[in-house]
Nanobody, 125 residues
Framework: QVHLVESGGGLVQPGGSLRLSCAAS????????IGWFRQAPGKEREGVSC????????YYADSVKGRFTISRDVGKNTVYLQMNNLKPEDTAVYYC??????????????????WGQGTQVTVSS
């Protein structure tokens, strides 16, 4: 059974950093692509980043490119999202999720079969 558990969210000032973690079970990261999407109140789901199962190829939404970095530890079956230079518009609940569809297009229209409970990120002074 697929299970995803996010952690690492919190309150941070603009310009600050956070690292989110997602522990996966029921599948392995070297067999399935995984990504992060976020959702703010009253807004649609927004793809943030994803990473391929083979070679760890990464993709990012334009809004986070250069500030966020996705990575994975296959041995720990955990994926990370390092978020630097955070902005108030990054405030949202962040979810890690399995990737359905074409990987390079996933951040523009994220579809998933499974996702975690989410972790709240709030960027405010």
């Amino acid at each position: 059974q697929v299970h995803l558990v996010e952690s690492g969210g919190g309150l941070v000032q603009p310009g600050g950093s956070l690292r989110l973690s997602c522990a996966a079970s029921g599948f392995t990261l070297d067999s399935s692509a995984i990504g992060w999407f976020r959702q703010a109140p009253g807004k649609e789901r927004e793809g943030v980043s994803c990473i391929s199962s083979s070679y760890g190829i990464t993709y990012y939404a334009d809004s986070v490119k250069g500030r966020f970095t996705i990575s994975r530890d296959v041995g720990k079956n955990t994926v990370y999202l390092q978020m630097n230079n955070l902005k108030p518009e990054d405030t949202a609940v962040y979810y890690c999720a399995t990737v359905v569809g074409v990987l390079r297009l996933w951040v523009t229209a994220p579809k998933s079969d499974y996702w975690g409970q989410g972790t709240q990120v709030t960027v405010s002074s």
